[in-house]
């Protein structure tokens, strides 16, 4: 069966420090990945997505970036933090019947 | 540009009442639909999905969904709720049986009242 794996679940990171977070997928193969920001009180905001290996897309101009440097691995990362990177983080890959979302990164800059 | 709204900030229901989340979407081709639970500081997990065909759509936890084309709505409905059912829910939209960048309203809260 097809599982996501999201870490650390939790973060506390001061301010200029770096960022990475990991999200790995089991079950699949070419798997389209996203990694979502959610605030407090706000919505799902998409960040980046990847149809595949090396491949990409930004949605939002940011201080973060993505990389995908194998099939079923997709790592967010930042290299200083800004107070406004703190959120809930979300890792998700995408089939033909939807999406299926990690447990999340509560990520506190401080 | 595709986009979603949810108009319900925060719901408060007793509990057995009855309960409608509205969800209202724009999007230029066949829409794909979805309805996602959201537990406090957890993961989104899926409740239902519109392809195609009955627009009545039966999802997990008794809830349910009709897509209105002519209304642009896709709203939740469960006859009677539980306690557990406090969450978030969020409504989204795609193309490509979901298999692209789904957009996602802002959400509603849930809070069951005994």
């Known amino acids: 069966s097809q599982t996501i794996h999201q870490w650390p679940a939790t973060l506390v990171q001061p301010v200029g420090s770096p960022l990475s977070l990991e999200c790995t997928v089991e079950?699949?193969?070419?798997?389209?990945l996203y990694w979502y920001r959610q605030a407090a009180g706000r919505g799902l905001q998409l960040l980046f997505y990847s149809v595949g290996i090396g491949q990409i897309s930004s949605e939002v101009p940011q201080n973060l970036s993505a990389s995908r440097p194998q099939d079923r691995q997709f790592i967010l990362s930042s290299k200083k933090l800004l107070l406004s990177d703190s959120g809930f983080y979300l890792c998700a890959w995408s089939e033909s019947e939807g999406y299926t979302f990690g447990s999340g990164t509560r990520l506190t800059v401080v | 540009a595709q986009s979603v709204t949810q108009p319900d900030i925060h719901i408060t229901v007793s509990e057995g009442a009855s309960l409608e989340l509205r969800c209202n979407y724009s999007?230029?081709?066949?829409?794909?639909l979805f309805w996602y639970v959201q537990s406090p500081g957890q993961g989104l997990q899926l409740l239902l999905k519109y392809f195609s065909g009955d627009t009545l759509v039966q999802g997990i936890k008794g809830f349910e969904a009709e897509f209105k084309r002519s209304q642009s709505s896709f709203n939740l409905r469960k006859p009677s709720v539980h306690w557990s059912d406090a969450a978030e829910y969020f409504c989204a939209v795609g193309g490509n049986f979901g298999n692209e960048k789904l957009t996602f309203g802002t959400g509603t809260r849930l809070t069951i009242i005994p």
């Open positions: 079950g699949t193969s070419n798997p389209n």
């Open positions: 999007y230029g081709a066949t829409p794909y």
